[in-house]
């Protein structure tokens, strides 16, 4: 069994960063496997926001490419996605993903313009 543990979101204004964070727990491969960031925004479908494998580089959606930055950290089994230049669509419940299969519970990301 996977664990995924997020965290970071929270309430910012337009132009502002947020980090979030999310640790893989259980049955996992962490450094052979795609750890990736996705959204979902109200009344929209979820979407892949970045993902990142080991021996690969970064993956980015290009509504977030030159804001969003993500990153592993393989000796704590955390995946980061630093977020800058926030917008107000960037709003939404962030889900972090092991090799898209297992999903966290989300982190609530609101942006006021």
């Known amino acids: 069994q996977v664990q995924l543990v997020e965290s970071g979101g929270g309430l910012v204004q337009a132009g502002g960063s947020l980090r979030l964070s999310c640790t893989a727990s259980?049955?996992?491969?962490?450094?052979?496997?795609?750890m990736g960031w996705y959204r979902q925004a109200p009344g929209k479908q979820r979407e892949m926001v970045a993902t990142?494998?080991?021996?690969?580089?970064?993956n980015y959606a290009d509504s977030v490419k030159g804001r969003f930055v993500i990153s592993r950290d393989y000796a704590e089994n955390t995946v980061y996605l630093q977020m800058n230049s926030l917008k107000a669509e960037d709003t939404a419940v962030y889900y972090c993903?092991?090799?898209?299969?297992?999903w966290g519970q989300g982190t609530p990301v609101t942006v006021s313009s």
């Open positions: 990142v494998r080991s021996g690969s580089g970064p």
């Open positions: 259980g049955n996992i491969i962490f450094r052979s496997v795609s």
């Open positions: 993903s092991y090799g898209g299969t297992h």
